[in-house]
């Protein structure tokens, strides 16, 4: 089993960016997932999660009307849209699926996730 994340770049502020994970070895359409990142000498953070049917979504509280979280269940895939990119989300981004099935809500803990993406780097610099 193996989450892919790619799309990790360099942009400026005010730039947008969008990122994909996608998933291989099992379907995760019955599992939850998010997007976490850690930026150097930082804890990792959840930044963005949908449930398994879409019915669900939540973010950090900086990123909320900048990043939209969205999933294509046919094609395994993880996607998170990111407008209006500041320095500050200068980080690692990490996707991970719910080690849970059909949770109604998107856990914001990282111990709740079973598998996670190698990460993909994301700068936001001048």
């Known amino acids: 089993v193996q989450l892919q994340a790619s799309g990790g770049g360099l942009v400026q502020p005010g730039d947008s960016l969008g990122l994909s994970c996608a998933a291989y070895?099992?379907?995760?359409?019955?599992?939850?997932m998010a997007w976490f990142r850690q930026a150097p000498g930082q804890e990792r953070q959840f930044v963005a999660g949908?449930?398994?049917?879409?019915?669900?979504?939540d973010y950090l509280d900086t990123v909320r009307g900048r990043f939209t979280v969205s999933r294509d269940n046919d094609k395994n895939t993880l996607y998170l849209q990111m407008n209006n990119l500041k320095p500050e989300d200068t980080a690692v981004y990490y996707c991970a699926a719910d080690m849970r099935s059909y949770r109604l809500a998107v856990p914001t803990i990282g111990f709740e996730y079973e598998y996670w993406g190698q990460g993909t780097l994301v700068t936001v610099s001048s």
């Open positions: 070895g099992r379907s995760f359409r019955s599992n939850g």
């Open positions: 949908i449930t398994w049917n879409m019915r669900g979504v």
